[in-house]
């Protein structure tokens, strides 16, 4: 049976996917520490394949500047050694290797410009398909990595807003946030951090669900968006939000009162600095690939456990309006 620490690590299962006795966990479970020692091992091996995003957006949230650095990483816990095969999707295409994706798959995924293998590997230039033979080490080990420079859809948006009030000498500084990625997916960990200008002489940041807004809520009803801080000395607005839901969009609003001698609609949002956003999006790749298989190839004893997760993970992701 599985040990006590597996059954601690199945705790986050979100899913299990039928390839054999595969299963996927929740990117949080895969991070929690695994004590291996002596011959007292899971028989186990994880597999993460994740992805970091370079991004830069401009004030429509549009992509100036991206790219993917993905790699798949394995932790083997395994108590013998076998020779594996690890296959990747049909649709994935590499152009480093000579690999051109096949199938109706092959016009969702993005195309790997570079790919680079861990010593270990072997692979078939012969046969021209993502399938990398290999006997896994123990411990943790990039199998592969890889960089996408193809275009690819933001999954987070930032589009800013200034709403002047001349009257009262003040403006609202706005940023709305969308999640750009499938309504079941979520992405947690997210965080903005933004500085607001040197002439910003009275600040209440305010935050909101413009989805639930949207809805007819009346202000009341409209739930508050994680938390933000305005820190008065560094002028730096922190905000963090426990998860967005694809398709949903939450908004913050500072509302500055400028200076006697200032006049709100000299301002622009040039005035305002870059936005640095972080985020974690678990089971979602923007590259659009997976696993096909991993096999083992005449192993003896008892079948390891196999795990698998997807991650997006923002890398360097910011929005700049200049």
Known sequence: GVSGKLEQLAHGLSEKVNLGEKKTMTSAAANKPIQVSGDKKDNTIF???IERLTVVLDSRGSMTHSYINGCITLKSFMTGSSEMRLGLSDGVSVTSLGISGKGASAVNTLVME???LHECVRWDENKKEAVFT????DGEFNLL????KSPFRAPISVVPFLETKPRANSLDYVLRVRGEFPADKTAAHVSLVFALPHWANSVAVETASATAAA???DKGAVPVAGKAQFDR???VVHWQIAKIQGGTEVIVR???VLASNMDATACSLEDFGVVRVNFELPMHLLSGVSIKFLDFLYASGKTPNKWIRYVTQANSYVARWS
């Open 145 to 148: 990595s890889y960089r996408i």
């Open 254 to 256: 500072c509302k500055i």
């Open 114 to 116: 570079d790919m680079n």
């Open 134 to 137: 290999f006997f896994a080490p």
């Open 47 to 49: 597999v993460d394949v």
């Open 215 to 217: 809805q007819g809520g």
């Open 233 to 235: 000395k560094t002028q």
